[in-house]
């Protein structure tokens, strides 16, 4: 028998670093679900990914028991981390934050494949694209 959602709770949380410090503690807190436990098992299932952040869907059961997946991280992330920045422009628009490569957008869009809404990866990169034009860095 499966067991009875009481919710679903979406949160990007630090790979291998998490804490029952809040977002997380403030997001399971209200639904009387074992903090460190999540903790524990979300930091040894991201642990190789330190340094990146990572959503993670958690499904919260009636017997408040849980079970979580972790996705790919946010395209922004994944753009900051092709052009070692730290941070998109300040002013998109007015400041250019860097430059994307085609390709590079093209490797991005591939990696994030199954989290986005398409299966076509021309689509898929003009996504990347768009992400990366709202950080102020332009692909070319």
Do not use: C, W
Not at 5 to 24: D, E, Q, R
Request: glycine share 8%.
């Amino acid at each position: 028998m499966a067991k009875k959602i009481k919710t679903l709770i979406k949160i990007n949380l630090p790979a291998g670093a998490a804490t029952p410090a809040p977002p997380v503690g403030t997001a399971l807190g209200p639904h009387g679900l074992p903090i460190m436990e999540f903790v524990k098992a979300f930091n040894d299932k991201t642990a190789e990914m330190k340094g990146t952040i990572i959503p993670a869907v958690i499904t919260v059961y009636v017997d408040r028991t849980f079970s979580f997946i972790i996705k790919k991280p946010p395209v922004a992330e994944m753009i900051k981390k092709a052009l070692k920045k730290e941070k998109g422009s300040q002013k998109p628009g007015k400041e250019n934050a860097g430059t994307l490569t085609v390709a590079q957008a093209k490797e991005i869009a591939q990696a994030k494949l199954e989290d986005l809404n398409t299966t076509d990866l021309e689509q898929a990169a003009k996504i990347v694209a768009g992400t990366a034009r709202s950080m102020g860095v332009k692909v070319e």
